[in-house]
């Protein structure tokens, strides 16, 4: 379940725009998929991930590696935290392990100006995905991944608005009918107090193997500031086509360190 554009909206809940400060961000989760991508077979899967983040003006780099659990009736083809249908059933299984790894970089281009104008904050990115989960056991594709895109955002307080468009160049192991994907997503929020937001988003990723469908979720995400500091965020997600999860959830805290103005 992890998303680029979920991941967007957790840190608008810090309310400080890129370009203001230097930090460090540690996020922490668990978050919970199942389904059955229109069949008769079932699939669970845990997701535990741990992401360290840099922040240094406009830049930051971000580095997130994960434990997961499954367990299945049908093939998958886990990518990023994410459970994808890949073909012919073998037996019910269930694994445990590493996820693939996921380098992030995003350069905030234009500072979002607020109310003086509607012109949004710009922020390209680009990411790498190590595959340290074991194929053999469905818990990684085996294969490096390369991507890019750019993310945009809109701040006029208590609203807020977020949309990203994404391609990731697939790595190709052999003998799996795997594509480049593609991606691209968008939502808006509100902040009802000055603690808590609430923000609602919509996701969609080209199929990860040829003859499925397009995933396409829709996401709620209610976010809670305890402290300048520290943060945490609860999330549904209903998934609406038979290429995603019928269903899951998470939360995660984060917590930021090492401000420097």
């Known amino acids: 379940m992890l998303r680029r554009v979920v991941l967007l909206a957790v840190l608008l809940t810090f309310g400080e725009a890129p370009g203001y400060a230097r930090y460090f961000v540690v996020r922490a989760g668990t978050f919970y998929d199942a389904g059955d991508f229109g069949t008769s077979r079932n699939f669970h899967t845990w997701y535990f991930p ?44 269930s694994a445990s392990g590493p996820n693939d790894t996921v380098a992030k970089a995003r350069y905030c281009l234009l500072l979002d100006p607020g109310r003086s104008s509607w012109v949004p904050g710009v922020s390209p990115y680009v990411k790498v995905k190590f595959p340290t989960g074991d194929p053999d056991q469905q818990l990684g594709t085996g294969e490096a991944d390369f991507g890019f895109g750019v993310g945009l955002e809109k701040t006029v307080e208590p609203l807020f608005a977020f949309a990203d468009v994404g391609y990731t160049v697939i790595g190709k192991p052999a003998g799996e009918n795997l594509q480049n994907r593609p991606s691209a997503g968008g939502g808006a929020g509100a902040w009802l107090n000055k603690k808590t937001s609430l923000s609602f988003e919509l996701d969609w990723r080209k199929a990860l193997v040829r003859g499925f469908d397009d995933p396409l979720d829709l996401y709620a995400i209610l976010g809670y500031r305890w402290t300048p500091t520290m943060q945490s965020a609860l999330y549904a997600m209903k998934g609406l086509s038979d290429g995603s999860p019928s269903y899951g959830g998470g939360i995660d805290v984060s917590y930021k360190f090492g401000i420097q103005k």
Not at 74 to 87: I, M
């Open 50 to 93: 741990v992401t360290i983040k840099g922040v240094w003006d406009r830049l930051d780099l971000s580095l997130t590696s994960a434990w997961v659990y499954l367990t299945t009736e049908q093939k998958l083809a886990l990518s990023e935290g994410t459970p994808n249908p890949s073909g012919a059933p073998p037996p019910q299984s």
